[in-house]
């Protein structure tokens, strides 16, 4: 790995800055990386330290406006296209996420449109249609599963679909789970069509048999997304397969948790037990 610039962080210290960001803010994502071969590892947390640090301009900046937010976030895309041409990076998080995307051929597209939706969140804190929020989430999640797959390194082009879809999956669980952290937020990521068509009201925080209805159908159609996501992994080496299932039987467990709670997303987080993470992995890593 590269030397220090001047003033710059060493790779090896962008790296760990990027698996630290995973490790603290995305436990299941981190636990997964474990299936993989240990040189791969460091890559995939610099793609989640990319997506965290945007995120974290958008939720985390304190107490400041959406204009000012907004420029923060366009500096910190500004800076890693500005970093990737010319391929190096002095930013702690950068400096990695520009190696991993030179590293692999990862299309810059992806990270514009990942900015974008990250955009929208500062302006939308509500989608009318599932169709909306599809056009929000193709930045958001699918264009995730596209920035992982040269990493995972797929034996036809047919593994595009299936990528977008599972991050779309994995959108949509945390959608359900977070439902009263994003009502904090100022944010319902439900689509309006689906709540007035079973008359539930995500506000009034209450487990009502109109919630519970609501919550049903959308288990059912992010279940959906799952299913099309699984057709992929017989276009990916077993090294690779092994970590994608993991995660999927991991972040999809949530959506059992989330009906064992009766759909009870208010008072508490549906979360999948680290035992249950280390043991999904150990046997990935086991038995594939």
């Not at 299941?28 to 947390?45: E, G, I, S």
């Amino acid at each position: 790995m590269s030397a220090p610039g001047p003033t710059g962080p060493t790779l090896e210290a962008s790296y760990a800055r990027c698996r630290e960001l995973n490790r603290c803010n995305g436990t299941t994502y981190y636990a997964a990386t474990f299936a993989l071969p240990r040189a791969k590892r460091p890559h995939v947390h610099a793609l989640y330290g990319f997506c965290r640090h945007a995120d974290d301009i958008v939720d985390e900046l304190g107490p400041v406006g959406a204009d000012a937010r907004a420029r923060a976030l366009a500096d910190f895309g500004d800076r890693f296209f500005v970093d990737l041409e010319r391929g190096d990076s002095d930013d702690p998080v950068l400096k990695a996420v520009v190696h991993t995307v030179r590293t692999f051929g990862i299309d810059p597209d992806a990270f514009r449109r990942f900015l974008r939706s990250m955009t929208m969140d500062l302006t939308i804190d509500r989608y009318e249609s599932f169709a909306d929020l599809v056009d929000y989430m193709d930045g958001s999640a699918a264009v995730i599963g596209e920035m992982m797959l040269p990493i995972l390194e797929p034996t036809s082009p047919a593994a595009v679909v299936p990528a977008r879809d599972l991050g779309l999956a994995f959108q949509l669980t945390n959608f359900l789970r977070d439902v009263g952290e994003d009502l904090d937020r100022g944010r319902v990521y439900i689509p309006q069509e689906d709540i007035r068509r079973f008359g539930a009201d995500p506000h009034a925080r209450a487990v009502t048999p109109d919630w519970q209805r609501l919550l049903a159908f959308e288990i059912e159609r992010t279940r959906g997304f799952y299913a099309s996501a699984d057709t992929g992994v017989a276009y990916l080496p077993p090294t690779s397969a092994r970590c994608i299932r993991a995660a999927r039987r991991m972040y999809s467990g949530i959506l059992d948790r989330i009906e064992d709670a009766g759909g009870d997303v208010f008072s508490r987080r549906c979360r999948v037990p680290t035992s249950r993470k280390v043991l999904t992995v150990a046997r990935a890593v086991a038995f594939g």
